[in-house]
């Protein structure tokens, strides 16, 4: 089982990121799907998250109606669409399904 996170970069305020999950090993279609972050000196927090449906998703307060979560079966992967950006999100974003973590992306906002 592996997930591998990737899209994470350095984005000015107001930018926008895709991050990607690509996962492997399980039966994808039947699992849901997080976005957790962490930020240096902070506990992890969870983002968003999807049903293994997609009907249901789930978002952090302080990210609603900036980022949507979304998941694509037929390729295994899970994305974090990012948009008007802060210097608040700047984080490590990791993917998290069946109890497993992936190695995470960095995304850093900053002028």
């Known amino acids: 089982v592996q997930l591998v996170e990737s899209g994470g970069g350095l984005v000015q305020p107001g930018g926008s990121l895709r991050l990607s999950c690509a996962a492997s090993?399980?039966?994808?279609?039947?699992?849901?799907m997080s976005w957790y972050r962490q930020a240096p000196g902070k506990e992890r927090e969870l983002v968003a998250s999807?049903?293994?449906?997609?009907?249901?998703?789930n978002y952090l307060d302080s990210v609603k109606g900036r980022f949507t979560i979304s998941r694509h079966d037929g390729g295994n992967t899970v994305y974090l669409q990012m948009n008007s950006l802060k210097p608040d999100d700047t984080a490590r974003y990791y993917c998290?399904?069946?109890?497993?973590w992936g190695q995470g992306t960095q995304v850093t906002v900053s002028s």
């Open positions: 999807i049903t293994s449906s997609g009907g249901i998703t």
């Open positions: 998290f399904a069946r109890g497993i």
């Open positions: 090993g399980f039966t994808f279609s039947r699992y849901g």
